[in-house]
């Protein structure tokens, strides 16, 4: 396991361990604990998927940023033509 893994997997217990239980739902866990009791390893895997979506997150995060990026560049350079243009039109 890579430090960053294992940083992350301590992240995930931390949010969970310092949850409000406010939030708990009785039925909610007994459906959860009814549908995977068959599955010994439920919480690694379920520890797995969370890392995954976070990665994934992360990921389209940063495609977006990149896309933002790519439009500001684009409107930059549609106003420099508008500006242009009407230099043009004016001499």
Same mark, same amino acid.
């Given at each position: ?5 294992? $940083?992350?997997? *301590?992240?995930?217990? %931390?949010?969970? $361990?310092?949850? #409000?239980?406010?939030? /708990?739902?009785?039925? #909610? ?7 995977? #009791?068959?599955?010994?390893? !439920?919480?690694?895997?379920? !520890? ?7 990665? %994934? +997150?992360? %990921? *389209?995060? #940063? !495609?977006?940023?990149?896309?933002? $990026?790519?439009?500001?560049? /684009?409107?930059? !350079?549609?106003?420099?033509?508008? =500006? /242009?243009? =009407? +230099?043009?039109?004016?001499?």
């Amino acid at each position: 396991m890579k430090p960053d893994q294992a $940083r992350a997997i *301590i992240a995930i217990a %931390d949010k969970i $361990r310092h949850q #409000s239980s406010a939030d /708990f739902n009785p039925q #909610s866990a007994q459906l959860i604990q009814h549908l995977f #009791s068959h599955k010994s390893d !439920v919480i690694y895997q379920l !520890v797995q998927l969370s890392l995954q979506q976070q990665q %994934d +997150l992360l %990921d *389209i995060k #940063s !495609v977006n940023n990149e896309l933002q $990026r790519q439009l500001q560049q /684009f409107e930059d !350079v549609k106003q420099e033509r508008v =500006w /242009f243009r =009407w +230099l043009e039109k004016s001499s």
